[in-house]
């Protein structure tokens, strides 16, 4: 019978505890289930309602016009003069998958008429408007 010594070593356990890695894992997985559909915001608009298939932008340049008349260009707030002076650069490089304009359905006609203006101008490949299909019952 073999005794251990006083001053002896125990044998090292080789097994990995993944128990710990697994609760972390699901606590990530919990945390990104509840902040993407948070992160996929934007500037909070009411869209006007069409009958046609809506057109959602993906990955182009959005600009959003709010119910204040406040031009958004992705998260970004600009004034008009801001807008309509950094527009041809911020969509030379970053338009070549279209540009979505976005305007709340309160904002006044010539409003949208004018960004609108200001993106032709600039030489927007394509713009596309924003819409929410309408219900058909």
């Known amino acids: 019978m073999a005794h251990r010594r006083r001053g002896g070593r125990t044998p090292l356990n080789a097994e990995i505890n ?77 338009a070549r998958d279209g540009v979505y304009l976005r305007a709340d359905q309160t904002v006044p006609y010539g409003t949208v008429v004018q960004v609108l203006a200001v993106m032709r101008g600039a030489g927007a490949p394509n713009v596309g408007l924003v819409a929410e299909p309408e219900d058909i019952k």
């Open 18 to 94: 993944v128990v710990s890695l697994i609760d972390v894992m699901m606590l990530l997985m919990v945390i990104f289930m509840i902040t993407a559909p948070i992160m996929q915001g934007g500037v909070d608009v009411a869209l006007p309602k069409a009958a046609v298939k809506a057109l959602e932008p993906k990955s182009g340049l959005v600009v959003t016009i709010n119910s204040k008349g406040e031009i958004y260009v992705d998260q970004t707030r600009l004034t008009y003069g801001e807008f309509r002076a950094s527009f041809a650069a911020l969509s030379a490089r970053r």
